[in-house]
């Protein structure tokens, strides 16, 4: 079997998130997205909200887990019996991280392999970061996130009140 593992915080889940997903569910036997537990980043959502907003944007992938992992991501590799790291490139900004994050893959699971997706161009600004911060003030996001991602931001995140 062919299966291939997306990390990511995914803090929120994006349509850009779901671009690569889609595509990459259609190249892969399997794919796992994995979702980071980072004990270093303060997340807006728990590891569990994320997957189930993950869970929900992709209920039509058949060939779609999600699942949460803690550590480095070349053991969550080995655990789930994949090769194959796939990762999404926004900008060319994204690529000189990501090769190195690749690079170090490589040397801790030599039979570790990465394929970077590009992204679609209509995703290519897109963030999590910068699809928080414009909800906060008071931004529509609805063309950025998938339904029950909004939903749960406008439960969660209070928008900042602008200043007079």
């Given at each position: ?162 200043s007079p």
């Open positions: 079997m062919n299966r291939a593992v997306y990390p990511g915080s995914f803090d929120p889940f994006t349509n850009g998130h779901l671009d690569i997903s889609t595509r990459g569910a259609q190249i892969f036997d399997e794919l796992i997205v994995a979702v980071l537990t980072n004990s270093e980043k303060r997340p807006a959502f728990s590891v569990e909200e994320r997957q189930m907003m993950a869970r929900e944007a992709m209920v039509h992938l058949p060939n779609v887990r999600v699942m949460a992992f803690d550590g480095l991501l070349v053991d969550f590799m080995r655990q789930v019996q994949s090769r194959v790291i796939l990762r999404g490139l926004r900008a060319l900004s994204d690529f000189e991280y990501e090769f190195q994050l690749a690079q170090m893959n490589k040397q801790l699971a030599p039979e570790t392999e990465t394929f970077f997706m590009v992204t679609d161009a209509k995703y290519s600004y897109l963030s999590s970061r910068s699809v928080k911060e414009v909800f906060q003030y008071g931004g529509a996001i609805q063309e950025f996130v998938p339904p029950g991602v909004f939903r749960r931001m406008r439960e969660r995140i209070a928008p900042r009140m602008p």
